[in-house]
């Protein structure tokens, strides 16, 4: 497995970065990020300089105030990216200078465009994502009001959007195709900051029965909407409804329906797999310790390596061009396995025998 997936990156090395689009979720802002952090992982001074490669490229030349503005493929993902590697240290830099092109340019799109429906409420949701993080690192209180103000625009435009395509489950788990736990963690944020609270407590009073008329068939779905639900949960403190629904959804839960049945072949992908699974198990377990999910890392660990998903990325061209971005691509599955499996398999080890 390990030497399938070396041939991957080097394949990934050799790759003519000009035709990738700028994308974060399946281009090069993510593939910047997943060299970055695997020149930590492995001593191999080209993946700092694919990384460094990429990074010039994105900021010197991809740039143009005529790319779409949202989050998977365009601007906003750029400053997302570009955020992780400042927080990150990977590289250095004033992010508020460093923006200022993009933020420029989101903020007249947003403002001066005449018809807000060219936005899909995807687009305005993480939108709205990326300009809470932005709104974060304003010290000043013009910078702040403004970002404040753009928030509450792009909110209002997504609320409007929302319906029940918005607020149902996909079919099959997707972060892509299913909106709701990520509206949850937003709309958290938000409330986080105590910026414009009244009105995102109205937007959730309104809400309410839809959300809670519902319960995902998918475990893995309920998994995701969980993760969203805790978020809310500290500003819902004594909501029976809303509390009721969370422990019903925490009850019914089942691991082992996810990683037999519904997480089974190839789906190992951050987009729509296995590492999704871990990433919202380990953030439930480490933020939410009053709702402890019990599961084997190692089980997972090994589904990833074993599943054919590798050879097949290995021998058909068609699925390794659609899977070597950070999100829907084995990138951010090999970061996922290399995240400290080793500590965490000791710590659920001790854990399971403190409970016996």
Not at 5 to 29: A, C, E, T, W
Not at 150 to 175: R, T, W
Not at 205 to 233: A, C, E, V, Y
Request: charged share 20%.
């Amino acid at each position: 497995m390990e030497d399938i997936q070396k041939k991957l990156i080097d394949r990934l090395l050799l790759s003519d970065f000009n035709r990738y689009p700028v994308s974060l979720f399946h281009g090069k802002m993510g593939l910047c990020i997943y060299f970055y952090h695997l020149s930590t992982i492995e001593t191999n001074p080209a993946y700092q300089s694919t990384a460094d490669q990429l990074l010039d490229r994105i900021l010197l030349h991809d740039l143009s105030p005529n790319q779409s503005i949202d989050v998977q493929d365009g601007l906003a993902g750029v400053g997302l990216g570009v955020t992780w590697l400042v927080k990150n240290r990977f590289v250095e830099g004033d992010l508020n200078k460093l923006l200022e092109g993009i933020d420029n340019t989101i903020y007249n799109r947003i403002v001066f465009h005449k018809d807000p429906s060219q936005f899909s409420p995807t687009v305005l949701l993480l939108l709205t994502g990326y300009l809470y993080i932005r709104l974060k690192e304003q010290t000043e209180k013009n910078a702040q009001i403004l970002y404040q103000d753009l928030i509450i625009k792009v909110l209002n435009m997504l609320y409007h959007q929302i319906d029940d395509e918005f607020l149902n489950e996909s079919y099959a788990f997707s972060i892509y195709h299913y909106q709701l736990p990520v509206l949850l963690w937003i709309l958290s944020k938000l409330l986080e900051t105590g910026f414009y609270s009244d009105r995102i407590h109205k937007i959730l009073d309104t809400l309410q029965l839809s959300i809670l008329s519902r319960f995902p068939l998918l475990h893995s779905n309920r998994l995701f909407l969980l993760w969203g639900m805790l978020h809310l949960k500290p500003y819902f403190p004594d909501h029976a409804s809303w509390n009721n629904y969370i422990q019903m959804l925490y009850r019914e839960i089942s691991v082992d329906e996810i990683l037999n049945n519904e997480m089974t072949g190839r789906k190992i992908f951050i987009s729509n797999g296995l590492a999704m699974m871990y990433i919202l198990l380990h953030a439930i377990n480490c933020n939410f310790p009053d709702y402890p999910i019990t599961f084997d890392p190692q089980t997972i660990y090994t589904k990833i390596q074993n599943s054919d998903a590798w050879n097949a990325l290995m021998e058909r061209d068609y699925f390794y061009t659609i899977h070597q971005g950070l999100i829907n691509g084995f990138p951010g599955v090999q970061l996922v396995l290399n995240h400290d499996f080793d500590n965490i398999f000791k710590f659920f080890k001790n854990k399971r025998r403190d409970e016996i």
